[in-house]
DNA sequence: GTTCCTGCAAAAGCTTTGCAGAAGA
DNA sequence: TCTTCTGCAAAGCTTTTGCAGGAAC
């Protein structure tokens, strides 16, 4: 799937247009997640980044996350997992979660031909498509062994 | 949406087939499960059948569920909440989820209708459909104040 | 008689909270 | 200067694990 990354320009107007302090690390953070659109975990980006800024905390990740899931700028992707996974909101998509190598691949969807007769006076803001299986890597390996 | 419920001899029935043994706590579980298609967490299922079995603990409870996971015979439903949700499998079904009043409602949605060209390589085992925003309930609460 | 299940207590793991010092506006 | 943010430590929650007694087969 075409993935559009934003500018760092891009990126610091949203925030300040959502009344976010452009700190050092909510930057780095934001930048992280768009330059990886990996769907990552808290403990992924503070692996990451952990190696440019020492200091930061787990907590500073789960309040910006938190607080860009508050201003729509991130979403929160719920595939099973005990631990939360974080992506950048862009045009809308489903996850198709490898259940043997535990990847998610993102892939097309028109959510506007989703739908029921019989969610027609419910208010719809958000839909989720999430798709679980094989990757084609993981499957050519199955069928090897 | 029209919900099928089985017939408790059905249900002794599939747990004899997946060799799972028949406690008194899986029947009184899995029974509840069936005649009440809440989604409910463990908590919810602890509460209601404490009256009945004082002195059931949430670890049979668990324990049970992720048997029944196992054997195919319920499912999680994962919609953002730290609490699991289950539900005992039935036909393909959507999730919509009300963000005033937590309830969680069924709609159809025909499975085979979804897909991607992208995932042509893929093996599906699995596809969810979850929705989320305001019942028709809430929302003319909404609207009246 | 075996094997598996239950349920208590404790542990594990993710996320949130309280708060003092630091940084952004 | 004033407000908000960071990061440490501790707490809060859900879920899992170890294990002795008990139930299913």
């Given at each position: 799937m075409k993935i559009?990354?934003?500018s760092y320009n891009d990126l610091v107007?949203?925030?300040?247009?959502?009344?976010?302090r452009l700190s050092h690390q909510r930057l780095m953070i934001l930048k992280y997640m768009n330059d990886n659109r990996i769907?990552?975990?808290v403990d992924e980006i503070y692996t990451h980044l952990n190696k440019e800024i020492p200091t930061l905390s787990k907590t500073t990740i789960y309040n910006t996350l938190n607080a860009?899931?508050?201003?729509g700028l991130v979403r929160i992707v719920t595939l099973g997992d005990k631990e939360?996974?974080?992506d950048i909101v862009t045009?809308?998509?489903g996850h198709f979660k490898c259940n043997s190598c535990g990847n998610i691949y993102d892939f097309e969807i028109k959510m506007e031909s989703l739908g029921s007769d019989e969610l027609k006076?419910?208010?719809i803001h958000k839909k989720d498509v999430y798709?679980?299986?094989l990757c084609p890597h993981c499957l050519k390996k199955k069928i090897e062994n």
């Open positions: 559009m990354k934003a107007t949203e925030l300040k247009n959502k009344e976010i769907h990552p975990t860009l899931v508050e201003a939360s996974k974080y045009d809308d998509h006076d419910f208010k798709f679980s299986g």
